[in-house]
């Protein structure tokens, strides 16, 4: 098994571009979401999904889009790319079982720098 | 409000020493996993602990869910232990479904 799988590892945008960060998954999980990485403020959730056609906002959302068409796979779009979204941005999945406490597994993140 | 405190921030050894990380975390939990942080940035999944105590070769974790915390366990550390070190919970109550809330870990540095 793959497990969780970014692309592309790392990215070079300039101000107001537009781009989506893939993420597939092959252990049929239901869960899936996206959290970015910044020093000095850890992890952050993005958007989450807890199934194909099912999305809803984590913490930090605004300037992201998110759809889950398949199971597999729950892209993150950047609509108009702002050097604030400069980070790094981890993939996750889960079981969809146990109240949302099912042990997840990420990525390996994908790296982002806005000019 | 709800919170995960690490401790300590930073940690130096010499190769072959041990050491403990504690992980403490605000309200009950169904989900508490501790992640190695490698030099590459990949997120390394060492253990889904929510109770208990697990043991994995030279590294081993115990959660007392009860009393609100969590040790991580290092044995002759080798100077690929070094990275940070995270804990990261998902609260029964008051947080979105699956979200993880994770620390701001614990930076260990392994000298030969």
């Known amino acids: 098994n793959a497990g969780v799988t970014q692309t592309p590892k790392f990215q070079v945008l300039k101000t107001g571009q537009s781009m989506t960060l893939q993420c597939a998954q092959d252990m049929n999980h239901e869960y899936m979401s996206w959290y970015r990485q910044d020093p000095g403020m850890g992890l952050r959730l993005i958007h989450y999904s807890v199934g194909a056609g099912i999305t809803d906002q984590g913490e930090v959302p605004n300037g992201y889009n998110v759809s889950r068409s398949t199971t597999e796979d729950f892209p993150l779009r950047l609509l108009s790319a702002a050097p604030s979204q400069t980070s790094v941005y981890f993939c996750?999945?889960?079981?969809?079982?146990?109240?949302?406490?099912?042990?997840?597994?990420f990525g390996d993140g994908t790296r982002l720098s806005i000019l | 409000g709800i919170q995960v405190e690490q401790s300590p921030p930073d940690l130096i050894l010499q190769e072959g020493a041990n050491s403990t990380l504690r992980c403490n975390f605000s309200d009950s939990v169904n989900n508490l996993q501790w992640f190695h942080q490698n030099p590459w940035g990949q997120l390394i999944n060492l253990f889904y602990?929510?109770?208990g105590t697990k043991q994995n070769g030279r590294l081993s974790a115990t959660t007392v869910a009860t009393e609100r915390y969590s040790l991580l366990y290092i044995s002759s550390s080798q100077t690929t232990d070094s990275g940070v070190y995270f804990c990261?919970?998902?609260?029964?109550?008051?947080?979105?479904?699956?979200?993880?809330?994770f620390g701001q870990g614990t930076i260990l540095t392994v000298h030969p």
């Open positions: 602990i929510p109770s």
């Open positions: 996750a999945s889960s079981k969809g079982s146990g109240q949302g406490g099912q042990p997840q597994h």
């Open positions: 990261a919970v998902h609260f029964l109550l008051g947080t979105s479904y699956g979200k993880l809330t």
